[in-house]
T-cell receptor, first 116, second 111 residues
Framework: DAGVIQSPRHEVTEMGQEVTLRCKPI?????LFWYRQTMMRGLELLIY????????DSGMPEDRFSAKMPNASFSTLKIQPSEPRDSAVYFC??????????????FGDGTRLSIL | SQQGEEDPQALSIQEGENATMNCSYK?????LQWYRQNSGRGLVHLIL?????REKHSGRLRVTLDTSKKSSSLLITASRAADTASYFC???????????FGKGTTLSVSS
């Protein structure tokens, strides 16, 4: 089975540009999570969806960040406008909470974002 | 906010040696998970231990959980160069749906 698929794997863009990160969760999973990883702050939860509905976006750093999940097989994380401090690795993860709340999360390989 | 904190931050050992990593957390939990992250890759789930379990094994991995001390340990026996990675503990958030990760232990195994 295919795992969580993220695109692009790498993104380099200039400050002020709009950035869109994409994620395809594992088929059948009903929960999707967006994380940001930096050396300074570690792995931070930005937002998560359950059955395509945003449940907790308290980790989204600013209004410049937005996330959508239009259907069960696709989610986007958008940064507009981007700033150098947004440079990080962004991960998407999915899990199936229908079989219990203690299910492991499955991670994509991330998008390494560099804002110049 | 950080729930789990791993210790040590970094660990260097020789192949064949055992590696022990510790995780402390702050609030009551019903389970704790350990993940591995290879360089440039996403996290991979290793093992989950529930609050009513004290010890769990999976291959060369042994995990313990002490709820009275709010701590867990991950032991990798007979380490291999391929075990070189960062290891994270994760605990459920208050809602029990999302996970909160520690900052991880970076393990280097040299041959």
């Amino acid at each position: 089975d295919a795992g969580v698929i993220q695109s692009p794997r790498h993104e380099v863009t200039e400050m002020g540009q709009e950035v869109t990160l994409r994620c395809k969760p594992i088929s059948g999973h009903n929960s999707l999570f967006w994380y940001r990883q930096t050396m300074m702050r570690g792995l931070e939860l930005l937002i998560y969806f359950n059955n395509n509905v945003p449940i907790d976006d308290s980790g989204m750093p600013e209004d410049r960040f937005s996330a959508k999940m239009p259907n069960a097989s696709f989610s986007t994380l958008k940064i507009q406008p981007s700033e150098p401090r947004d440079s990080a690795v962004y991960f998407c993860a999915s899990t199936n909470t229908l079989t219990g709340s203690d299910q492991p999360q499955h991670f994509g390989d991330g998008t390494r974002l560099s804002i110049l | 906010s950080q729930q789990g904190e791993e210790d040590p931050q970094a660990l260097s050992i020789q192949e064949g040696e055992n590696a022990t990593m510790n995780c402390s957390y702050k609030t009551s939990i019903n389970n704790l998970q350990w993940y591995r992250q290879n360089s440039g890759r996403g996290l991979v789930h290793l093992i989950l231990i529930r609050s009513n379990e004290r010890e769990k094994h999976s291959g060369r991995l042994r995990v313990t959980l002490d709820t009275s001390k709010k701590s867990s340990s991950l032991l990798i026996t007979a380490s291999r160069a391929a075990d070189t990675a960062s290891y994270f503990c994760a605990t459920p958030d208050q809602a029990g749906t999302a996970l909160i990760f520690g900052k991880g232990t970076t393990l280097s195994v040299s041959s």
